[in-house]
């Protein structure tokens, strides 16, 4: 499985992006995916995940209510749209496959596929 991921950029406090996640190279509606971002000096940590058919979803904490996960199985393509952006929202955001999953999981460990990352800068 390969993971392109892409979208990221620079915004100010309030404002929304919509990361994409490209995959290729498996069935895509086979496997669960997440996101999963990294601040500078701090250990990465789960954002959001999806189930297979995109019915299931599980978020963090602290972008529940503001971040939305879906996929589009016909275009392979996974989607965080985040809004009311915040600046502790700043980091590399990556997505993952866990292909041996079909229900939404946040622990690291469960992804064996990873994409190369998305800088995300939110300004206050």
């Known amino acids: 499985v390969q993971l392109q991921a892409f979208g990221g950029g620079l915004v100010q406090a309030g404002g929304s992006l919509r990361l994409s996640c490209a995959a290729s190279?498996?069935?895509?509606?086979?496997?669960?995916m997440g996101w999963f971002r990294q601040a500078p000096g701090k250990e990465r940590e789960f954002v959001a995940a999806?189930?297979?058919?995109?019915?299931?979803?599980v978020y963090a904490d602290s972008v529940k209510g503001r971040f939305t996960i879906s996929r589009d199985n016909s275009k392979n393509t996974v989607y965080l749209q985040m809004n009311s952006l915040k600046p502790e929202d700043t980091a590399v955001y990556y997505c993952?496959?866990?292909?041996?999953?079909?229900?939404?999981?946040?622990?690291?460990?469960?992804?064996?596929?990873w994409g190369q990352g998305t800088q995300v800068t939110v300004s206050s």
């Open positions: 993952a496959a866990d292909t041996y999953g079909v229900a939404p999981r946040p622990m690291e460990f469960e992804y064996d596929y």
């Open positions: 190279g498996r069935t895509f509606s086979s496997y669960a």
């Open positions: 999806i189930s297979w058919s995109g019915g299931s979803t």
